[in-house]
């Protein structure tokens, strides 16, 4: 084992575990530091972000296991952890998606020496791309995972001691024989963090920045840099880690708002909505689909400094659309344990039933008793008025999106698939498990159900026909 | 010549949540909605007050709940977002009047299959059939508790089968002849029970169809849905004979549909909060009233009853029309009085 470790790791190992007082001191003034920012108040709308830190456990917990690891390499005895998954324990069919106490938690023999103690790990042998006999009846398997968690340990140690981050997709490529693929590592960090009961970002181990961000705000950052994230005029700019922004200068945006679809964002951002929204300006973030950790931890920080930002999720109209807004909202099964994560305040900007073809095209005739068979004859001729101010689409916002609304919008609304109808019973399921269903639950709970009965889903884009949402925008985040 | 009905009885709030579905018997009339209890409404006194709660009885909702057109009224089944079917039956006692009871349970499907959707019952109670949304429709024995026939509508291969277009709605003919289911792609089709196969193939509605009928007298199917129009089919010959429309650029989806007694009216209910009654012969609509609140989802005539009606409810014939809130309003005939 000690053969396929690079040198240099190996000195950096051994270094750690000299005299402790380097990175004990570093820690202590990390701590002063974080504390002092966090009651701190700047002018001009600058909020300083505060560090969440607890590499005051974590340090000592990886030294441990690294240690543990080393001695019982030396001594030839087996090596025993409590070591947790993140995954169930059983196939995660098997059980009902209710039942989370299904999470391994027991002490196990690591590493394990079957395909089964493997899973325990959440480590799926088929990533490994071994000959399944090998596993089943030799140790490569284990050997093989000592050594991945031993290099992961080893990093995240040297990240934490040195005070930077390191990226899951650079642990991969530190060691791409070893890791195989890099769902092996992410696998592996999370349940090592979920072990260690930290959050991930905690063994200043992060994800490769995922979402964008652009909007008038200014992020300054620990290494002294700043960053407008306005300046970059169509793209965004991708979000940095949490734990590496300083401060952030919301200057006078009023509202957030997170975006499914990157092309949605994309198009809003070379439009400059962030800073023409008549609602005011704002910010504009998205995760590229389903959210990543830097994105919510991003999320979480600017809603617990800036409680005053209106911060909105624009989704999908699909079952897809609703799990990404609860895990926002209210985080994910899988990285339960991941802390300051959830944006509890987040609201749900849409898209929803009422806003697409067959519920929003209705018609308020005048009488409530019609008695021939022309019901709504008049209410078309008026349609049809309305709908020749096409070119004062700025005066009539309201009435253009009405009128709009009233053509027929059905090649934006498409059929369920099976999956789409699995996945929403199984949000409905995980709604339902979650107890207190409060009326934001029973508004998502409502929602899936008229997915499900009229077997439809739309996307963002389906409140235009013409793509072009800023109308529709304007009015939402005008009226929120 | 138009027809006059009155509100004559709204119960607000009915369920906590949209309301999906409503099945009548002669006396009562069952609720389904997103909350996990069924509701039956008494139909005989002028209140209409609640007879009955069959609590828990769908943990995450109920989409369909169907009585038997034309039946007894002593079974009623019921559909829930979880894929599960319940059987309910009206328990014979002297003492407790009219309370129902579970009586037994299709669980949701465990292979590959796609879910349980639409459901309707022979008239004489003892047939079941159900639709899947990928296309298929079984029909259960319910004495014997099994599964006698499955229609295959897809192109799936004869092991697996399924493949089809999702089956939105289903229905049973009085007597017992037919099966007629209505389909996403638009296509209704027809099969003769006796001989278990597909006998009518009808087009014409080419967007998803949501609602089918049969007349009373079994002559008729009606079939209707996003195309905002109802087509009346001949069963005789298959026949497309007629359609039911308003004159509208941009009907709003029907989701339900009802023939009267007689077989004279049909009722329809639509997404925009529209409930109207049309006289099939002449092919016009004499009746329209607005919900106030938003989309119906069930629309259906009250059977008419043997019993003497408590004093002041009339004789007209009435018709019950619930969706998005929450409510079951009441309509009664205004002639007749």
Sequence with gaps: MSQSTPNHAQNSFVSSFAPDATPRKLHLARQTSSQSSATLILPNNRVAIPLHNSCDDVIPKIEDIMESIIDAVNDGVELVIPFRSTRPAQAI???????????QSDCIKFPGRTIQEAKKFGINPTHLHLQHSTMAHDSPLWIYLLEALFRILELSHEALL???LITKRNIYYQNIVLFKSQSV???????????????????????????LITGSIELSMRDGSTVHCGLSRDSGILLPSINSIDTIDFGCTKWLLVIEKEATFRTLAASQYAANSRAGQGILVTAKGFPDLATRRFLHAVQAVRPQLLIFALVDFDPHGIAILRTYKNGSCRLEHEEHVTVPAMRWLGIRSRDIGPFSCRRDDQGSQSTSGQCSQDLSSQESATYSYGGSQSERPSKRLRTYKARDLSESITSLTQGDRKKAVQVMNEISAAGNI??????QMKELKRMLMLNIKAEIQAVDNYGDITNWLNEKLCSA | MSKQYLTTHTVDQAHATEIYSVAPTRSAIFSASGSSALQIHSTIKPTFPLQQTLPNAHRLGCHHVCTARGGLGNVAASVGFGGEIKLWTRKEDKDVNNQWEL?????PVKSNGGDVWAVALSADEAYLACTTSDGRIHVWDLVGRERIQTYETGGGNSNTGGGGSFAMAVDLSRDGKFTATGHESGAVYVFNNDAGRLV???SGLAKPVRAVAFSPGCKRLAATGNAGVIAIYDMEHGEHVSNLSA??????????VDWNDTGEYLLSGSLDGKVKVWDVARGVCVATHSETEGALWAVRWLPKNEQALAPGMGKGEMFCAAGANKSLTFYREATGM
């Design chain 1, 438 to 443: 409060g009326a934001v639950e029973r508004e």
């Design chain 2, 103 to 107: 009586w037994w349970e299709i669980p």
């Design chain 1, 162 to 164: 040195s005070g930077n």
């Design chain 1, 185 to 211: 590592v992410d696998e592996l960090v999370d349940s090592l963090a979920f072990t260690l009961g930290v959050g991930r970002g905690d063994l200043n181990i992060v994800a490769s920045a995922k979402g």
């Design chain 2, 200 to 202: 009518y193939s009808l």
């Design chain 1, 93 to 103: 069919r098997s059980t009902a998606p209710s039942e989370r106490e299904g999470r």
């Design chain 2, 247 to 256: 004159s509208s650029d941009r009907p709003a989806w029907i989701t339900s």
